[in-house]
């Protein structure tokens, strides 16, 4: 259940190593503890091996690349795999530039993750990239509506077959989606668009609560964005007048660490398909 | 108008490319996103002209410059250039040491910018570098007050047409001048100093409304200067007991983002020379 | 007097260079303008030594050490070494990779520290990379707590001794020693573990505070621990139904910011051992 997925991040505190970006940063560190997990920084190539086998999971942004993080990125990500750890990669700006769109693909050809997160134009960009749905992209639109939810969850499934990668798309419809099931879900704000870094402190809470939950990483993944969604509702509630974006920000945050098991299993807007 | 300036930015969302310090950096997005841009940052050399190619503005901000970020700034900087693009430079700390001063320097060699924005010392030094009005510095004083008024101006615009830059000088009193005209502007707080970074934020900001207003660049500089000014007392003006500069921050990115023509016309504070 | 301390910091306004991580480095820039400081931070290997110059302190944080931004470490320690200048040591994570711990050794062995500040398990790994107090370590358990409270004194008495440096050690009881007295403070809340970056923010005020207190720094360095801990206390007294870490983290700096003489006198808790 959902909301077991919550309590078992709370209860075992998943220590995440993030490589990520310098712009959000602060923000993911404390979306990481307000969710019940603990964050480590680290990326530079001689440290990030140590740094990520103590962790239980790692959680790759490319937000900010450059040329002395990218191959940090790659032997991260291999002594992860090596260990058994939990991978995540949110591709930021895939599409972008070729030094986004190269290194997003290379990360996905010889790293294993268990999990991609991005919105849909970052995920056609990976899908474009390989090779079975390759040719498919033409007919994905640039934003998840009612009207295109089932050709979007079709292509969403084949991608996840072909890459071995739970897929998590975000936007005003998020879905999470393995080769067999999608979750659909309905939570979340537009308002949370106007703020920096929700979709990164997204992709190193999904990693917390994979890692937290290793038999059950669909649902895992599906309950991180859940929660996240929620926050924004709540946190979106608790507004005064004179709030802005920069107090939104904090207040999704506070609503991430104050939600409950009820709460979550309450406000959880979604069905399978 | 002033207003319509702001009106401007909201109704064309400028995507702002930002080569910044990671100190300020989160901010400087937020702020980016409250006044109605969007941000971007990226500073890898492989990773600039692409992003640079995509936004309508680039804001070089050198806070935190290191030898891999100043091949970059460079490089966008000409890009941005070659494609007609609003380009903006913060010469952070120009002055405090060798490294910032010649790179602001050679940056103003090398590249056109619409704007450079600092405040007085750093400006000065800027101006000590450029031919015309070398020498003229002894003049000047360090702080801009109603006593040195005319004679800073007069300095100012001598700059602006010597480096072709509107300059925008911020401190007690804020000056944004081309080589003809001067917005003298008495918005802001003297608290905005307490917390790190506003001076950061209204460079993105700047570019976001100069980008957003191509036909009015001097107004649009000095309606963004306004605004964040404005915003500055509005902010304190919602100060509870027991806030302090922490909170002052998320207020003054709150009062951006909920400023409307109406508000702003009527806080506006400034005049013309 | 611990409250002169604060004072004196509020008089002076001691100018910090910070070469610390990009994570907390925001908070640590406006945690030093709370208590009155003034932050500068610059990490590239040709800027350190003219920035260093200019300051009072240095303060060196390893959370996200580089290979760029370590040779600065040591450039900028030795020149404020040379100069006479406040350098304070956050060896972030030593224990935890080989890179942060033989970083942290080997500055520990080629800069004088005024203070190293660390948990418990990061100034272990530090006594056990330096001659005398080796082979102590297993001595000493992983939490400082009322039952080997003088144990614990008593081995960073012999740290202190042994490196010259005043040792900080924060926890749930924070201890600050030289080689003859050990500050025992007992403010602070448990719930400021779930904010990031509350140590580097203090590192950076200890730093702040030493350099305003030169003839008094251990004095100095026990009103910083004191300050941020009572602030810890204020801003949690502050929370709102609804609040969480993130808004917990701007009330603590709110509360530094308003940290007054009086306030503080009345709630330090502490003894000398």
Request: net charge negative; charged share 20%.
């Amino acid at each position: 259940m959902i909301k077991t997925c919550l309590s078992n991040v709370r209860k075992t505190v998943p220590l995440v190593h993030n490589i990520t970006n310098y712009v959000t940063v602060n923000d993911v560190a404390n979306a990481l503890l307000a969710c019940g997990g603990s964050p480590i920084m680290s990326d530079d190539e001689e440290d990030v091996e140590d740094i990520t086998s103590i962790c239980g999971g790692l959680n790759i942004n490319i937000g900010t690349l450059n040329k002395n993080t990218i191959p940090s990125m790659f032997k991260a990500g291999k002594k992860a795999n090596e260990l058994g750890h939990v991978v995540l990669l949110d591709p930021v700006g895939a599409g972008a530039s070729k030094l986004r769109t190269n290194t997003a693909l290379k990360l996905v050809e010889e790293i294993k993750f268990d999990v991609i997160r991005g919105n849909i134009s970052e995920i056609k960009t990976i899908a474009f990239g390989s090779q079975t749905t390759k040719g498919v992209d033409a007919d994905v639109a640039d934003a998840v509506t009612e009207d295109n939810l089932d050709k979007t969850i079709d292509y969403l499934k084949k991608l996840s077959a072909d890459t071995g990668s739970i897929i998590a798309v975000t936007g005003a419809i998020d879905l999470v989606c393995d080769s067999n099931s999608c979750y659909v879900i309905r939570n979340g704000r537009p308002e949370m668009g106007k703020i920096t870094g929700t979709g990164c402190q997204l992709s190193a809470v999904i990693t917390a609560f994979v890692v937290a939950n290793p038999d059950n990483k669909l649902e895992a993944a599906a309950a991180a964005v859940i929660t996240m969604g929620l926050a924004g509702e709540i946190g979106f509630d608790n507004m005064q007048p004179g709030d802005g974006n920069s107090t939104y920000r904090n207040r999704i945050i506070d609503a991430i660490y104050n939600m409950d098991e009820e709460t979550l299993s309450n406000g959880a807007k979604y069905e399978i398909r």
